[in-house]
């Protein structure tokens, strides 16, 4: 019976098994958009917006690794944005909102959250609330327009 159950669980794969603790999970979450999506915003924001979508389809459920890649997805955009990149700013404002509302109902504070990826906490939360606290820029006309796709 032992030796059933052991190849059970081998052909099962332990890359189902969720980590226990959500933060962990939040962390594999956010390495994984990093390393499928991240090189891709260096040439177009579109791109990285539309691998991370892609990324999300498979986690549909507010889950904590969908949490870290909606969180990466802002990261990384908010990293362009501060290096003046066109177009990273509004994918940023997109996954902000993404990852609130999933942050929100997984209730895991700020802290917590931004501990999961490298970087100055104290600034990026600022830099979240500031973001919350300022209208949305629209894009300038023919910026953002999904047809022409002016990213690059």
């Known amino acids: 019976m032992k030796r059933l159950l052991c190849l059970l669980l081998a052909a ?17 979450g956010a390495v994984y958009a990093q390393t499928r999506c991240y090189r891709l915003i ?8 539309d691998c991370l979508t892609a990324l999300l389809k498979d986690e549909r459920r507010p889950t ?14 908010q990293n362009s944005a501060r290096l003046g990149m066109r177009g990273a700013e ?9 990852f609130r509302a999933t942050q929100k109902r997984l209730r895991i504070g700020d802290e917590a959250l931004c501990a999961t990826v490298a970087g100055d906490c104290t600034v990026r939360i600022a830099r979240m609330k500031q973001m919350e606290a300022a209208p949305r820029r629209r894009p300038a006309p023919g910026e953002g327009d999904d047809d022409e796709r002016p990213h690059h």
């Open 90 to 98: 509004q994918s940023a404002y997109e996954f902000l909102g993404r």
């Open 12 to 28: 099962s794969g332990a890359a189902m098994a969720a980590p226990a603790d959500p933060l962990t999970a939040v962390a594999e």
């Open 42 to 49: 260096h040439h177009d924001t579109f791109d990285y917006e």
């Open 64 to 77: 904590p690794r969908r949490l870290g890649m909606e969180y990466f997805g802002w990261v990384g955009a």
